[in-house]
């Protein structure tokens, strides 16, 4: 069945996109939430009319994408991760750590977005990970993985002599004697 978006639908297309979709999602999903209209003639005139508020929209999208891009690429994504002495990490930065870094540095970056080569990184090095941030707009992130060691020496047994502890004794003890 085909139809136009009314809205932006996670992983199927944004406002004013022409689709193709099963009719029991039609039915059952776009059209009662509003998310779709039925293609004719009617709602085609419609968004017709709408072209340049939806054009004004994603080319927003595009500048917002553009400039996240600058940004993206002038941050250094830089992890310390546990990892042993010849520089295996003891887990792996995937994706998901990646995204939680952005996050917490002021960028709303789904995990999904992010592109790992060889999808996990398993060793202290530097990486590059390629997100997508809208249509085909991407932007490369400069990864560097440092390894903290785990010190795992035995405590060291105090040398001194301690001086012998007193027992006191018990109250019954001192009556019997």
Do not use: W
Not at 87 to 95: D, F, N, P
Not at 126 to 151: F, M, P, R
Request: hydrophobic share 35%; no cysteine; proline share 3%.
């Amino acid at each position: 069945m085909k139809v136009i978006l009314n809205e932006d639908v996670k992983h199927l297309g944004e406002m004013g996109d022409v689709k193709n979709v099963a009719n029991g999602y039609a039915r059952n999903f776009l059209f009662p939430h509003m998310f779709a209209v039925p293609y004719n003639a009617d709602t085609v005139a419609y968004f017709e009319g709408r072209k340049a508020e939806i054009e004004a929209r994603k080319e927003a999208k595009r500048k917002d994408a553009a400039s996240t891009k600058d940004k993206l690429e002038a941050t250094l994504v830089d992890l310390t991760v546990p990892a042993a002495a010849n520089g295996k990490l003891y887990g792996a930065v995937t994706s998901q750590t990646v995204a939680d870094f952005l996050n917490k540095n002021g960028f709303d970056i789904e995990r999904k977005r992010i592109e790992i080569q060889g999808v996990t990184i398993k060793s202290v090095g530097h990486y590059t990970a390629l997100i997508h941030l809208y249509e085909s707009t991407n932007a490369e992130v400069k990864i560097s993985v440092k390894g903290q060691t785990t010190d795992s020496k035995p405590q060291e047994v105090s040398s001194k002599k301690e001086a012998p502890v007193e027992v006191a004794e018990s109250p019954a003890e001192e009556k019997a004697e």
